[in-house]
């Protein structure tokens, strides 16, 4: 199909620019103590979503591609959807496709695995809970109970405890799981008459060890390759043993803990030998699905010249994905499920109509608003059309800067509006997500409080410019910063299945539109709707816009 875009026959957009603000993590759900979004003062946000051009969208399961509405959104597949216009299968919904009708394992990827796992050992290194986002546990079974049926007698699963997705401390619960399966697999005899040796090996939490993403601390990714490969950790005699004592130091120090941020630590055996290193000729796949904290870890793995950090004597593997996370970059180059093919997003429309535009954000969500934003497509579209600019992030743990830089994001942005060069441009304020994913109220609350700070000074910008200033959000997380089970109040730290608010400043409305009575509107609607504020018509297969004329 053409990516030629027809005028709007009533409406031109107006003479200064439209500007998207994604306010990452900001749901939408009933005031609540635990509510950060409501307890922050927030006159300007109040403003936008109390007015006629409001209403709330869609931002989990099906609405997104995820398989079911108990399946929670996330900023990858959220961004994937307001680029696109239109709804694609995702994540764990590609890998449950592939899983139940055998796909997965005809594929030569999963041969080769098996081979160097016949000969090995087959190392499997993810994500450990059934939070949906990045991975899924029962994804990891079937490929434990595959690969034991394929032949192979040795298997390392390499655990990164969640808490984040998941309840704060439900680390121990999915060991539990696993060593059962374990169990149940090492039980039985192969055909060859030999005895399985399937085990856990390693582990940390995901915020200490392998899953940064967009370079922001590489220290992590380095900290778990050491430990998965030459088992380089505190040691253990089991990975029930390693949280029981993590947990117990925390609380004999007056520290809430959750398990996203536990040490690294190792299995080792009665000699105290780590019991899963990794060695020449072995296989490793990663089995999360999710991207953007899959790559460094990946790179690490399969590069032959990778210089960000010592390898040490980095052994020779056959590493893949459970899909490939940069398709640009080629970043794996082997992997099990093909990603979602996502053409024709609004970026491309934009380009080929001659729109300049521009994409702003800090290192933590700078590839949500290009990478996730271009359809899982790295760089520019058309560099002579757009600009992209990175704001550093900071190395810390976001509760202590709960503003983090979205200050510093709100004044690029307001120099490149005033350029009068870009007809279109996109941020995103990740704080109340990142912060969000803390557990710590009081931070959230303060991170709601600066975004709505600067996004009072976007909206004086915006008027003066006689523009336009779309806000939404691309799933929930601040909305609810606890939960509470049996009396018990406890941090909640995982997004949320609540709607996100969308919301229309147009100081210049004079009635030309209003909002349409969508049935079940999503975030695959705004990019249909954005087009119609430049004064576009949508593409005809793009889900319809939210306002009508």
């Known amino acids: ?23 990452d993590g900001v749901g939408v759900a009933p005031p609540d103590p635990s509510n950060a979004v409501t307890v922050a003062d927030t006159p300007a946000l109040d403003h936008l979503t109390s007015g006629e051009l409001y209403t709330e969208l869609a931002a989990h399961g099906p609405a997104v591609g995820l398989p079911s509405d108990d399946d929670m959104g996330n900023s990858e ?8 216009g239109r709804i694609f299968a995702q994540g764990a919904k590609l890998v449950n496709r592939a899983i139940a009708s055998g796909a997965i394992f005809e594929t030569h990827v999963w041969r080769e695995l098996i081979e160097h796992g016949r000969s090995g050992t087959l190392h499997l290194l993810g994500l450990h809970s059934d939070g949906n986002v990045h991975s899924h546990n029962e994804h990891l079974y079937a490929i434990l109970r595959r690969a034991a049926a394929d032949g192979v007698t040795s298997a390392a699963v390499h655990i990164l405890h969640d808490g984040r997705d998941v309840p704060a401390r439900s680390a121990l619960g999915y060991i539990a799981a696993t060593e059962s399966v374990l169990a149940e697999i090492n039980s039985e005899i192969d055909e060859g008459d030999r005895r399985r040796n399937f085990r856990i090996a390693s582990g940390g939490g995901r915020m200490k060890i392998t899953m940064d993403r967009y370079g922001a601390n590489w220290a992590m990714v380095e900290r778990g ?13 089991s990975a029930t043993e390693a949280v ?10 007056g520290l809430a803990t959750g398990d996203q941020y536990l040490s690294e630590f190792v299995v080792v055996d009665d000699g105290s030998h780590p019991v899963g290193t990794i060695t020449d000729g072995d296989a490793v796949l990663l089995y999360n699905f999710r991207g953007d904290r899959s790559i460094e870890i990946s790179r690490a793995y399969e590069e032959a010249d990778f210089d960000v ?19 640009d970059a080629l970043v794996p180059q082997r992997y099990l499920v093909e990603p979602p093919a996502i053409d024709r997003t609004i970026s491309e429309f934009l380009c080929a109509a001659g729109v300049h535009s521009f994409a702003v954000s800090e290192t933590q969500k700078f590839g949500h608003v290009t990478y ?29 800067t709960p503003a983090m830089k979205v200050r510093e994001i709100t004044a ?9 060069e870009y007809r279109f441009g996109r941020l995103n304020f990740p704080s109340g997500d990142m912060v969000g994913h803390t557990g710590n109220l009081g931070a959230t609350v303060e991170a709601m409080t600066v975004i709505d700070e600067c996004m009072a000074e976007l909206m004086a910008v915006i008027e003066e410019l006689d523009g336009v200033l779309v806000y939404t959000a691309d799933h929930g997380n601040a909305d609810v910063m606890y939960t509470e089970a049996k009396g018990v109040r406890s941090p909640k730290t995982a997004h949320t299945l609540s709607p996100v608010p969308f919301a229309i400043f147009d100081p210049n409305y004079d009635g030309e539109y209003h909002m349409a009575h969508s049935k079940a509107p999503g975030l695959v609607n705004v990019a249909a709707t954005l087009l119609n504020l430049l004064g576009y018509e949508p593409p005809t297969d793009y889900l319809p816009s939210l306002i009508e004329f």
């Not at 390759?225 to 005699?237: A, C, K, S």
């Not at 996730?372 to 990175?390: A, P």
Request: glycine share 10%.
């Open 1 to 23: 199909m053409s990516l030629e875009l027809s005028k709007h026959p009533s409406f031109a957009g107006r003479r200064g620019p439209l500007l998207l603000v994604i306010a």
């Open 77 to 84: 597949v959220g961004h994937n959807a307001l680029g696109a």
């Open 225 to 237: 390759y050491h430990v998965h490969t030459y088992g380089e950790g505190r040691p253990f005699r």
């Open 244 to 253: 029981e004592t993590m947990y117990a130091e925390a609380d004999a120090a």
């Open 309 to 327: 950090f010592d390898r040490g004597d980095c052994p020779n593997v056959f590493f893949a994905g459970m899909l490939q996370y940069d398709g």
């Open 372 to 400: 996730f934003w271009n359809g899982n497509r790295s760089g520019y579209i058309d560099k002579s059309l757009e600009t992209y600019v990175e704001v550093p992030s900071d190395n810390v743990e976001f509760d202590t």
């Open 412 to 420: 690029e942005v307001t120099d490149l509006l005033r350029t009068g």
